[in-house]
């Protein structure tokens, strides 16, 4: 009896979530399983902006290229109280945008929006790891994560 209530309660907590993208799919006249969730949170605040060239390629298919696995609900959340898109920050550059509003930090908030701490953050931070890797392979460590060049190491000593 414990495991069919137990079987039960995961079904409807994994069905849960599904229903409530179905739900604003249909509140946005969209059909429902169609678009991600992002991109319905996306669609709603077009909508709302009555942005119809942001609708229409979102309605096309050039929503978010993040998979939605990598946007959290928090993110998405937050993101929407900043009317930006929740695919395009990390949760903690929404935070720091939410702080730079609220004290009216206008330079902070631009150079946020903008996207170049992007840039700065990834040209400038090398692991010793990943600069190890990098010099064993004969290669500029700024090019490639730790992830990218454990793979080349991985396939240059399969080869070997």
Do not use: H
Request: zero cysteines.
């Amino acid at each position: 009896m414990k495991r069919f209530i137990l079987t039960t309660a995961m079904t409807v907590a994994l069905a849960v979530p599904a229903a409530a993208n179905d739900q604003l799919a249909m509140s946005l006249g969209v059909e429902p399983g169609e678009y991600t969730l992002s991109e319905l949170v996306q669609l709603q605040t077009a909508m709302e902006e009555g942005d119809q060239k942001k609708i229409d390629f979102i309605m096309a298919g050039g929503g978010t290229t993040v998979p939605e696995s990598a946007v959290s609900p928090a993110q998405i959340q937050l993101a929407t109280e900043l009317n930006v898109d929740p695919a395009n920050f990390s949760y903690a550059e929404l935070v720091q945008l939410r702080q730079a509003r609220l004290t009216g930090d206008i330079q902070e908030e631009g150079f946020i929006l903008s996207g170049e701490n992007d840039i700065i953050s990834t040209q400038s931070f090398v692991s010793p790891g990943q600069a190890q890797i990098a010099a064993s392979l004969g290669l500029d460590p700024t090019e490639y994560t730790l992830a990218e060049l454990a793979s080349i190491a991985a396939e240059r000593e399969d080869s070997e």
